[in-house]
């Protein structure tokens, strides 16, 4: 059973920068490919973006393509999301994801899930 929590969340103004972190544990962390979802309110969970089991692909939502950032550290078991440039679209729930396959992500699907934290982008 794989454990995942996050943290970085917070508020931030639009344009601003956060980055996110997952840290997990319970399992071989470098055979699960890692990704992050997020959810707004009033709106169905979705895909935010993936990284491979090495870190060398990455996939994202077209919505967050060139703003978004994934990448790994598997020595510190730990999956980064950094995000520039926000917009206030942005703000939602964001939920770190493990899977032992890296296609169930990208068809919004995971097979571990952290709790989430709260990023809030004000205009």
């Known amino acids: 059973q794989v454990q995942l929590v996050e943290s970085g969340g917070g508020l931030v103004q639009a344009g601003g920068s956060l980055r996110l972190s997952c840290v997990a544990s319970g399992g071989k962390f470098s055979s699960y490919a890692m990704g992050w979802f997020r959810q707004a309110p009033g709106r169905e969970r979705e895909f935010v973006g993936t990284v491979s089991l090495s870190g060398t692909r990455t996939y994202y939502a077209d919505s967050v393509k060139g703003r978004f950032a994934i990448s790994r550290d598997n020595a510190k078991n730990t999956v980064y999301l950094q995000m520039n440039s926000l917009k206030p679209e942005d703000t939602a729930i964001y939920y770190c994801?493990?899977?032992?396959?890296?296609?169930?992500?990208?068809?919004?699907?995971?097979?571990?899930w952290g709790r989430g934290t709260q990023v809030t982008v004000s205009s």
């Open positions: 994801a493990a899977s032992i396959a890296l296609i169930r992500m990208t068809s919004g699907e995971s097979d571990y």
